[in-house]
């Protein structure tokens, strides 16, 4: 018998100083059995980086065709392509032909120059972002079934935390 997706659910609020959009989010988010906690909330700190009401999570690691998250318009169109890790240069053109913006949150520490450096694609529609945790690490120090999180950008900085702590990850901008 497979192993299904764990269930989680993630009561936001968004606090964004840098393009002053504030909202507040009700989110579930499926973790697929083989992804870590650190990843689930590497997809969670994507989703608060491009936050927008029409922002969804796909069937991600289940589906290969689908990016992590996606922005639709009413007609179905795919205005926000967004990948986690270090996506060969294939995926990248695939998704660069199928959306109007491509963002790319990678958190390899030691390997992320040396991919970034490798790629020959080149698009004013492509953003690549290196997530560093600067503070009160781990990411996944808050992950529980239900989560009520605190999300605010100030610069180049983004703040995730419950009622007790939070950690501090910068967000660096490659392309």
Known sequence: MAIGASIYKVDLNLSNFNTHYYH????VMAKHPSENEARLMNRLAAFCYCAHEDLAFT??????EEPELWQKNLTGDILHWIELGQPDE????????????????????????????KL???????????LEVLE????????????????TFEDQM??????????????????
Request: overall charge positive; aromatic content about 12%; hydrophobic content about 35%.
């Open 136 to 151: 009160n690490g781990p990411i996944d120090k808050f992950v529980e079934k239900n989560m009520k999180l605190s999300c």
């Open 120 to 130: 020959k694609t080149k698009s004013d529609k492509l953003f690549i972002y290196f």
């Open 158 to 175: 983004m703040y995730i935390g419950n009622e007790e702590e939070r950690i501090a990850i910068k967000m660096n901008l490659l392309s």
């Open 59 to 64: 069937k991600g690691l289940s589906t290969p």
């Open 24 to 27: 507040d989010f009700d989110l």
């Open 90 to 117: 294939k995926r990248i053109k695939q998704a660069l032909g199928k959306s109007k913006k491509v963002s790319i949150f990678t958190t390899h520490p030691n390997t992320y120059l040396d991919w970034f450096n």
